[in-house]
């Protein structure tokens, strides 16, 4: 009997797909010059999709990728419980006065027992704050949310089968729900702090602190590769002025093995993942082309492939993946000492 899974009928055979002439009407304008494709001073990212409407030229384009994705079945009720945020407490008048590594230790075991899958501390950096906001607390706080594997594996969505993109928007609520329960609880020991979760974009770009804190690193496909999770997490951050203790950069090899393995740049429908690094606002860095990846994002109730289709996602592959990416690593250690 075979064990190769049967082909997803939702997905475009390779080389196919091709966006409907009103998507790319409402593409407008280029993305990738509004992200800094090309520049070579480090810079903070321009307001991007999924802000407010008047602040970027796809306001009608995300209403288009909100309604392919409140099409699936489960997607709306997912959605609304991710859009449901709890009341922000006022700031206790009496701080904890216990030193930065109690309160870290404390915030941590907080946040994992409040729904958080992961957690890291980074020294909050202007760079990581979209032009135009503001952010006052020195901290971020950034909660991992692991997706389900099963479920995720099903994206993309349509109207006859929503579980990828319900996964998608539970894992969204999980994150609303985490990140402001942290941020109330440390408000109830008399520091500021306020939540940053998806599913709109909100003042942080959500990846970089992500990994300064530990979380993973940034694979091919754009998005943070965690050793816990793979690609299949999502990120919600928390800014404080509690004082905290950094927590440190984790590099387990997947830089290095993006650079030679091919299966998101294979099974991106419109080709949107570049094979090479680009110079992106100032670092050289992986790179998904915006104005290709959007109409289909849009069309296919917000994707997901790239992340489902990685073999670090994969909970069986993941730990031979570490395994052979420690060795290598070690390799290249001892042949430089
Ligand atoms: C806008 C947005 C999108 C847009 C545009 C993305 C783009 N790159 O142009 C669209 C709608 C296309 C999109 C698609 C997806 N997104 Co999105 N998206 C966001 C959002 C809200 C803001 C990011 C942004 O403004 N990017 C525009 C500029 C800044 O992009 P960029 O310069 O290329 O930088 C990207 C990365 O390189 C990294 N980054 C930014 N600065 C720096 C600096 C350094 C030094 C490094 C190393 C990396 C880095 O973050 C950026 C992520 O887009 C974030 C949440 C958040 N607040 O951060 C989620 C977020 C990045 N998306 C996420 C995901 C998972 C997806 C999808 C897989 C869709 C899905 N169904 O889940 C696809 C992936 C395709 C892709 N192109 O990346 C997750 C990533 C989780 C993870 N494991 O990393 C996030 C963090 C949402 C969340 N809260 O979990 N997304
Ligand atoms: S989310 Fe975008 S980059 Fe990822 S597979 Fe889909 S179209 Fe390609
Ligand atoms: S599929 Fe391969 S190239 Fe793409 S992000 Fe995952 S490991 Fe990197």
Not at 62 to 89: D, H, M
Not at 153 to 177: C, F, H, L, M
Not at 181 to 190: E, K
Request: charged share 20%.
């Amino acid at each position: 009997m075979s064990t190769t899974p049967a082909p997803n009928p939702r997905r475009p055979k390779r080389g196919t797909y091709r966006p409907k002439p009103e998507t790319l009407e409402l593409l407008k304008v280029s993305g990738n010059p509004i992200n800094g494709v090309g520049e070579t001073e480090q810079r903070r990212p321009s307001p991007f999709f999924w802000h407010p409407p008047d602040q970027h030229p796809w306001g009608p384009l995300q209403i288009v990728a909100r309604k392919s994705s409140r099409g699936c079945p489960g997607s709306p009720e997912a959605f609304q419980a991710a859009y449901t945020y709890p009341e922000l407490i006022a700031v206790a008048a009496e701080r904890n006065p216990a030193p930065p590594q109690q309160l870290s230790d404390q915030a941590r075991a907080f946040a994992l027992g409040h729904e958080a899958d992961d957690f890291g501390i980074a020294p909050m950096d202007p760079l990581y704050v979209f032009e135009g906001y503001t952010v006052n607390e020195p901290w971020i706080i950034v909660l991992g949310l692991a997706h389900n594997y099963e479920r995720l594996k099903e994206v993309p969505s349509d109207e006859t089968n929503g579980i990828g993109v319900v996964d998608v928007g539970d894992q969204y609520a999980r994150g609303t729900r985490s990140s402001y329960a942290l941020a109330n609880w440390i408000r109830s020991q008399g520091y500021n702090s306020n939540p940053y979760p998806g599913p709109s974009a909100g003042a942080v770009v959500l990846i970089p602190p992500a990994i300064a804190s530990g979380l993973g690193e940034l694979g091919k496909h754009g998005s943070l590769i965690s050793r816990r999770f793979g690609s299949g997490v999502r990120l919600a951050g928390v800014t404080t002025d509690m004082p905290l203790v950094a927590t440190a950069p984790d590099r387990f090899g997947a830089d290095e093995f993006c650079a030679t393995c091919q299966v998101c740049t294979n099974a991106c429908p419109p080709g949107a993942i570049a094979e090479h690094k680009q110079m992106v606002r100032g670092v050289e860095r992986w790179y998904v082309d915006f104005d290709k990846c959007i109409p289909y994002f849009a069309e296919a109730a917000s994707c997901g492939i790239c992340i489902a289709e990685c073999p670090w996602t994969r909970p069986t592959v993941r730990p031979k993946l570490l395994a052979t990416m420690a060795r290598r690593l070690d390799q290249g250690e001892s042949s430089r000492r």
